[in-house]
């Protein structure tokens, strides 16, 4: 079991350009979210999918895309990169929506020059 | 809105010490509550899940306890090691779904 990936592990931007981030997962669990970590600001839900085909806004859901073709894909678009997206990425999984343990990715760090 | 705080932000004790980590969160209205830790520059790694009727979770020498009706969480580390110096994330879920909320961390050293 590799758990939950993500790629990749570092990435630079130029404001406006865009990129996937891409979070896959081996354990057939049906609920995936994207956090991001800021200093000060601590974890935040940026979009969650309870399962293929169904996915849902967090906290701070503005200038992120996602869709959910997959059990086992989640992937996090940027549209526009700027800099206040400059930030460490998690993809986390769990057995389904409800009160199961969550798994967390190894994270990747963007930077929007 | 819920609100999770975790007191002190960092902490440094000698090895061997018990290590006492504080976790309160502001609504009790929650599903369970998840303990983590993440080294420095790695992802988070689960310790323990504590369900909301549950009252305490143990797991080789952690334990955390939880009181819903106070709002608080405390974490356990008994006899200290180096090799547990890391940050330690508490999070709870709503009672809406499994969305997380994080408290801010608290950032641990564990001196030889």
């Known amino acids: 079991n590799a758990g939950v990936t993500q790629t990749p592990k570092f990435q630079v931007l130029k404001t406006g350009q865009s990129m996937t981030l891409q979070c896959a997962q081996d354990?057939?669990?049906?609920?995936m979210s994207w956090y991001r970590q800021d200093p000060g600001m601590g974890l935040r839900l940026i979009h969650y999918?309870?399962?293929?085909?169904?996915?849902d806004q967090g906290e701070v859901p503005n200038g992120y895309n996602v869709s959910r073709s997959t059990t086992e894909d989640f992937p996090l678009r940027l549209l526009s990169a700027a800099p206040s997206q400059t930030s460490v990425y998690f993809c986390?999984?769990?057995?389904?929506?409800?009160?199961?343990?969550?798994?967390f990715g190894p994270g990747t760090r963007l930077t929007v020059t | 809105k819920q609100e999770v705080t975790q007191i002190p932000a960092a902490l440094s004790v000698p090895e061997g010490e018990n290590l006492v980590l504080n976790c309160s969160f502001t609504?009790?209205?929650?599903?369970?509550l998840q303990w983590f830790r993440q080294d420095p520059g790695k992802g988070l790694t689960s310790l323990l899940l504590?369900?909301?009727?549950?009252r305490e979770q143990t797991s080789g020498r952690l334990n955390a306890s939880l009181d819903k009706s106070s709002g608080r969480s405390t974490l356990y580390i008994a006899a200290s090691q180096p090799g547990d110096s890391a940050t330690y994330l508490c999070?709870?879920?709503?009672?809406?779904?499994?969305?997380?909320?994080f408290g801010g961390g608290t950032r641990v050293l564990v001196k030889p």
């Open positions: 986390a999984s769990s057995y389904d929506y409800r009160a199961y343990e969550q798994y």
């Open positions: 999918s309870v399962g293929a085909g169904i996915t």
């Open positions: 354990m057939n669990h049906e609920y």
């Open positions: 999070a709870v879920s709503e009672a809406a779904g499994n969305k997380l909320t």
């Open positions: 504590i369900q909301s009727s549950q």
């Open positions: 609504d009790s209205a929650i599903y369970n």
